[in-house]
């Protein structure tokens, strides 16, 4: 399987997650959007959940027209990332997972980013999604699948744990250096 098409299915299960988040707690979106100046009303915000999880299953069913969706989703939150960087206004969350404490950061960027480009190849490649994964002999679909589940945990690590990890660097004062007398 191609890189594109792993990272695809990585996008696409990040895709379920956290528009199954937006859809059970809307408000660190809501907020975010607000913050930016953008509609940030709950009940649009799960609708961008419930987009977002239809557009993940039928991503994962191979549809072509659900991962150019998925490209067009994971552009426009780049963009958002984008917006709320530039702008510098006081954004204590990106919103992606339904966390009220998610800042964005430059990484943040370069997944959405990366996940955007992956979709959009994914979309004009001949097979996508899980039907790619396990058309595959078997060894090799339960391989794929393997570094898939492992590469979306370490995503959702990086999209999750380091932003709370680079707002709390700034919490910690530096150690008092003491010159010798």
Same mark, same amino acid.
């Given at each position: ?62 549809? &072509? /027209? %659900?991962?150019?969706?998925? +490209? =067009?989703?994971?552009? !426009?939150? @780049?963009?958002? $990332?984008?917006? #709320? *960087? ?54 090799? &679909? /339960? %391989?794929?699948?393997?570094? +898939? =589940?492992?590469?979306? !945990?370490? @995503?959702?690590? $990086?999209?999750? #744990? *380091? ?19």
């Amino acid at each position: 399987m191609m890189a594109a098409q792993l990272l695809f299915l990585v996008g696409t299960v990040l895709l379920l997650v956290a528009g199954t988040a937006k859809l059970r707690h809307p408000a660190g979106t809501a907020q975010a959007l607000r913050t930016q100046g953008l509609p940030g009303d709950a009940r649009l915000v799960r609708a961008l959940g419930g987009a977002e999880v239809l557009v993940a299953a039928g991503s994962l069913a191979g549809l &072509a /027209v %659900a991962a150019w969706a998925s +490209a =067009a989703l994971y552009a !426009g939150f @780049t963009g958002f $990332v984008v917006l #709320a *960087l530039t702008r510098r206004r006081p954004l204590s969350s990106c919103g992606c997972f339904g966390e009220p404490d998610l800042p964005p950061t430059r990484v943040h960027v370069a997944v959405t980013a990366a996940l955007a480009l992956a979709a959009g190849a994914a979309a004009l490649g001949p097979a996508r999604g899980l039907n790619a994964a396990l058309a595959a002999p078997a060894a090799q &679909a /339960v %391989a794929t699948l393997l570094v +898939a =589940a492992v590469l979306t !945990g370490l @995503t959702l690590l $990086v999209l999750t #744990a *380091l932003p709370r990890l680079v707002a709390a660097r700034h919490l910690v004062r530096p150690p008092i250096r003491r010159t010798p007398a």
